[in-house]
C-alpha cells in the first residue's frame, strides 16, 4: 500500500533551519508530482511547494520563495524539503502528498509539526 512518511520537524529559532524528509513506498515514485503542503492552527491547508518527476522542476508559494527548497532522490523514494530562514509564520504541521503517475488519487503523509520560537 502506499505510505508517505515524513520526518524532521521539531522546534527551531527564527532564523534558524530544519530539514524535513518525506519517505515514500508503495508506488513509482519516479512518476509523481510530489509536493509539499502545510496547516498552521486554525487555517486551511496551504500548498508550499512541488517538484515534478521528469526533470525535477520546482515551484514554491511566493511566502516560502527564496527560503525554502524542495528536492528529491529518486535512489532513495524520499523528498526533502530544506526550510532556511524560518519565521514564527512558518510554523505548522507539514505534510508530504503524492500524486499522478499511477496513483488513482492524491496520497499524503500523516504530518510533521515545525515550529518556529524563540
Known amino acids: 500500500q502506499v505510505q508517505l512518511v515524513e520526518s524532521g520537524g521539531g522546534l527551531v529559532q527564527p532564523g534558524g533551519s530544519l530539514r524535513l524528509s518525506c519517505a515514500a513506498s508503495g508506488f513509482t515514485f519516479v512518476s509523481a508530482v510530489m509536493s509539499w503542503y502545510r496547516q498552521a492552527p486554525g487555517k486551511e491547508r496551504e500548498w508550499v511547494a512541488l517538484i515534478t518527476p521528469s526533470y525535477g522542476l520546482t515551484n514554491y508559494a511566493n511566502s516560502v520563495k527564496g527560503r525554502f527548497t524542495i528536492s528529491k532522490d529518486n535512489a532513495k523514494n524520499t523528498v526533502y524539503l530544506q526550510m532556511d530562514s524560518l519565521k514564527p509564520e512558518d510554523t505548522a504541521v507539514y505534510y508530504c502528498?503524492?500524486?499522478?503517475?499511477?496513483?488513482?488519487?492524491?496520497?499524503w503523509g500523516q504530518g510533521t509539526q515545525v515550529t518556529v520560537s524563540s
Open positions: 502528498q503524492a500524486r499522478g503517475g499511477d496513483l488513482r488519487i492524491d496520497y
